[in-house]
């Protein structure tokens, strides 16, 4: 082939492409497979805790009786088989769902994106929290969308800034398209929705007309206290279109997720569902079909739990010991992460780059979080999911040397410009 | 939950969601799955012919050694095992492709779908041909490009008028985005693109600086003749994206395909990709990896072939048979799908509501292969694919029955009105 001419592309891109931007995760995600570098970064859950001889005799048996099946198209919206299980999953969170208003999706981040490509119109103002799921923006930006974030605090979303937006835009005959949130162990944020505030944003949504977009991909990894009511179950007016994924619960590697909804949405995610990939796995649908009748699939999850819960007390643990005290961090009750805080002054993308060179270790810095690329630079993303305690404890450890050479540093230079 | 307003998302809804519609195939999906129905329609492999025993040893061997990391996260652009494999695919229709112009999709609908979310504006013009494969046409439409079509003939697509459109274009300054072409067996029009017109597309496409859509499917699918050079092949000037998948020469039910396409456009394929659903399936790659390491695939390939040869041959002898006289039809030399052209005044729509009622036996009308939805109303496309020989005899049978008689009807009512 002749050289490659990278501009001569330009003229094709339509302004969504242009858009486009990486999620920082998944840019990192290369330098994190090297097995070298303790990786605090990626939330990859602990594949290594399931069973190989359950899914050996599984994956056995939808071969010698399947396979045909297993092999082929299926529905775009997924199996009932698929679909009646994924009500006993939402049942475990004290949530009801009837079978007509689920899709099964590729992965969570399908329904995502589906939602997008349904709901956003080049301009339209979505309501995210700050910080969000970085894997999200690149969505809603290849979408065009202008994405309005709201702070969260130990509480999760402030509900009451998130009303102040939707009021001014309604002053201006503008309403947001969706308002994203993720109400449990929040992915990056760690912390979850208060009682108190579901009921207050499902009030919103019910008196200014919103859809609230809930993804809860994490909901079922509580490591402690009772659980919380989903905003779909609290939700009296089908305001509410609710995501979540076998991910977390099962496998990744097989993405399967499904989407929530009432039925006209529905009806479009399946005609975006259509035309995004035609339809879901069939093999991995068996494959979580067989599973939940042969397994009990609540013994894993109670399982990783355990695991989970104790790296995450490690790396608390280890936060203390090692990092400077002018830090601070969240306390999960679940999920994947811990969102730690810096001094104003760290840039944690810099940060990173230290980290990495000189001691071997990675996390997410805060900025992939905020749309705008730039905001929350002095924040970090810290996942004890997918690392063995020693690490955990030991790459806490590294960062915290980074940390404080940097606050040496810049302690170091104000000082010197002040004498 | 409350009684759900239909009408109260509609404020919410993107223009693209607007110009969401189905592909008429799978419509009929649930409708064909009824098993005293025969189904011409769906293009569905054969996946019976796939061995359930090897099938079973690669997934029991992937379960024991490799459990943890088929049920993870991977690479959004996939493993480069399963891009050497795909080199081997595309070698095999004398295709030179490097892994560095891959990436792995969720099947070669997302391959279509991301160059619509790549490539295309609202109000943009694309170009495709008369007919079309029904499934791209979501694509295209949801992101709201004008559809121009033009016409196949036995030869395959029209260059020349295509040559035209390009022109008439121009004289605009504008450009189409793209000209969508299945070369090989194509879907639905059974029809290859000659050697000479392959040349002269890619010519046009260098003359005035195009970009072609390749999507091949079915190549390997030959029954006999010689091969044909891939578009991507014969182009030397990194105007051409190419599409295929792992559907029809394994398993549709594993949801993978590839796109190859020059550097930049592949990195804005990346970028669309971790937004869509973050990577592929890493259980369904390595069942790829570990098949084509342990069996060979082209022994499968030619398996099926012997069965589909057989198939067509069997429905051409019943078309002979069994279809009126004012009936033709293409003559596929490969792949899965017969066109058939009925007199002008029959709408197959029509009949296939009175074929399934009165002969239970499904087809795809033509309409479906028009982003008109109007256009091409007295086509069917018969799939000789997915059953067997008896009941491809059988299913003929009955459609043509079905045709005399509307044919006979239309004869009497214009008698009537003549005499």
Redo the contacts between chains.
């Keep these: 082939?002749?050289k490659?001419?990278?501009d001569?592309?330009e003229?094709?891109?339509?302004?969504?492409?242009g858009e486009?931007?990486?999620?920082v995760m998944?840019d990192l995600?290369?330098v994190v497979a090297r097995p070298e570098v303790i990786s605090l970064a990626?939330g990859?859950?602990n594949?290594?805790s399931?069973s190989?001889?359950i899914?050996?005799k599984i994956?056995?048996d939808?071969?010698?009786h399947d396979?045909?099946?297993?092999?082929?198209?299926?529905?775009?919206e997924g199996f009932d088989e698929t679909k009646e299980n994924i009500t006993k999953v939402m049942a475990a969170e004290g949530t009801h769902v009837d079978i007509g208003n689920l899709i099964v999706t590729?992965?969570a981040?399908?329904g995502i994106?589906l939602s997008a490509?349904?709901?956003?119109?080049p301009g339209?103002t979505i309501i995210a929290e700050a910080p969000t799921y970085p894997?999200a923006i690149?969505?809603f930006t290849?979408?065009q969308a202008n994405v309005c974030q709201v702070p969260l605090d130990a509480d999760g979303l402030r509900v009451d800034l998130a009303r102040k937006e939707v009021e001014k835009l309604a002053k201006n005959g503008a309403?947001p398209?969706?308002i994203y949130v993720i109400p449990n162990f929040h992915n990056p944020g760690g912390v979850s929705l208060s009682l108190h505030r579901r009921h207050e944003l499902v009030a919103l949504a019910k008196e200014h007309?919103l859809?609230i977009l809930e993804d809860n991909p994490y909901g079922q990894l509580r490591f402690e206290g009772e659980p919380l009511p989903t905003l779909y179950s609290l939700?009296?007016?089908?305001n509410v279109i609710y995501l979540s994924t076998f991910?977390k619960i099962?496998?990744?590697?097989?993405?399967l997720g499904w989407v929530a909804a009432?039925?006209?949405?529905l009806a479009?995610f399946n005609?975006?569902k259509?035309?995004?990939?035609?339809?879901?796995?069939?093999?991995?649908q068996m494959?979580v079909n067989r599973y939940f009748k042969e397994a009990r699939w609540q013994d894993y999850v109670s399982r990783v739990i355990d695991i989970y819960r104790a790296r995450r007390d490690v790396m608390l643990a280890a936060l203390k010991e090692y990092f400077p005290e002018e830090a601070s961090w969240t306390l999960p009750q679940g999920g994947f992460f811990i969102w730690a805080t810096l001094p104003e002054y760290i840039n944690s993308a810099d940060l990173l780059a230290l980290a990495l060179e000189e001691e071997l270790v990675a996390f997410v810095p805060g900025s992939g979080a905020w749309a705008d690329g730039k905001s929350g630079a002095n924040h970090m993303r810290l996942a004890f999911c997918g690392v063995p305690e020693d690490k955990i404890e030991e790459g806490i450890k590294r960062l915290g040397k980074v940390i404080k050479e940097q606050m040496g540093l810049y302690e170091a230079l104000r000082g010197g410009k002040e004498s």
Tied chains: 1, 2.
């Design positions: 082939m002749a490659i001419d990278f001569k592309y003229e094709f891109y339509a302004k969504r492409s486009m931007r990486s999620s998944r995600m290369a990626g990859m859950p594949t290594e399931f190989r001889k899914l050996a994956m056995h939808i071969s010698m396979s045909a099946a297993a092999l082929q198209y299926g529905p775009t590729t992965g981040q399908q994106d490509r349904l709901l956003i119109d339209d894997g690149p969505s290849n979408f309403k398209k969706f007309r859809i939700d009296d007016d089908d991910s099962l496998s990744p590697g097989i993405r009432p039925a006209p949405l479009k005609l975006g259509q035309a995004a990939d035609l339809c879901p796995s069939t093999l991995a494959l």
